[in-house]
């Protein structure tokens, strides 16, 4: 066979390390230099590049190699983590475009769906809202009750000066509260908007009516 002497026990070392040694095989390659080799064996001289694993009668049976440096595998898993990141990242889109597809068929039901999910922050303001009216009722008895003391507010009882610290407390909790659902509000509008951008060219693709597809009234929703 046609190899370069590295030795008996050097090659069979170098040999054993490559995929698909065996005995009865031929295995053909051209080198660096452009030589080409074959061989009963994995032919050393060409360990960084691809070999023909031959039959008895010519035909290939299989391509060997090139061996790969510590290096080189951990490059190439790399690059196969990332192949198996991207491809794990479009089925999920479309995954999640065939559940967004299959909840709205069409504009009408995203939309209601929205509204309804606007709807119910609105009651939820609008209950804290009421709770702020009360609140405001509360402190005005609170504030009249505290002009008997005007001259020496010192002078008011304890517990009217903690009913009215408690008031305005509660007062601020609940302007919170309200300035929290507005903001929730919003993250719902952005969550329909992304959802609304996806399921466009969806419904486009899936032949929906475009006379389905209408507008939204801005104050409808935001």
């Known amino acids: 066979m046609k190899v370069g002497f590295l030795g008996v026990g050097g090659l069979l070392i170098a040999t054993a390390a490559l ?17 080409r080799i074959t061989s009963d064996r994995p032919i050393i001289q060409c360990i960084d590049r691809e070999q023909r694993e031959l039959n008895p009668s010519g035909t290939v049976k299989r391509t060997v190699g090139p061996s790969l440096t510590a290096q080189e ?6 690059v196969e983590r990332r192949e198996a ?65 005007a001259k020496d507010p010192k002078r ?40 609304l951008a996806r399921l466009t060219p969806l419904w486009t693709a899936a032949g929906v009516p475009s006379g389905r597809v209408k507008p939204v009234s801005p104050s409808a929703t935001r």
């Open 73 to 78: 595998r951990a490059a190439k898993e790399e």
């Open 156 to 195: 008011a009882p304890a517990s009217l000066r903690r009913q009215i610290t408690g008031n305005e407390q509660s007062i601020a909790l609940q302007q919170r509260f309200i300035a929290d659902q507005q903001g929730e509000k919003q993250r719902i509008n952005e969550r329909f908007d992304e959802e």
């Open 85 to 149: 990141e991207e491809t794990a990242r479009i089925a999920e889109e479309r995954r999640r475009d065939r559940a967004l597809l299959s909840r709205y068929k069409n504009r009408d039901a995203h939309d209601e769906e929205r509204g309804q999910a606007l709807l119910q922050v609105d009651a939820v303001i609008g209950a804290a809202k009421k709770r702020v009216t009360e609140l405001a009722a509360d402190r005005k008895q609170l504030d009249q009750e505290m002009e008997f003391y």
């Open 19 to 35: 995929p698909g040694f065996a005995q009865d095989s031929i295995y053909a390659c051209t080198d660096a230099s452009g030589r």
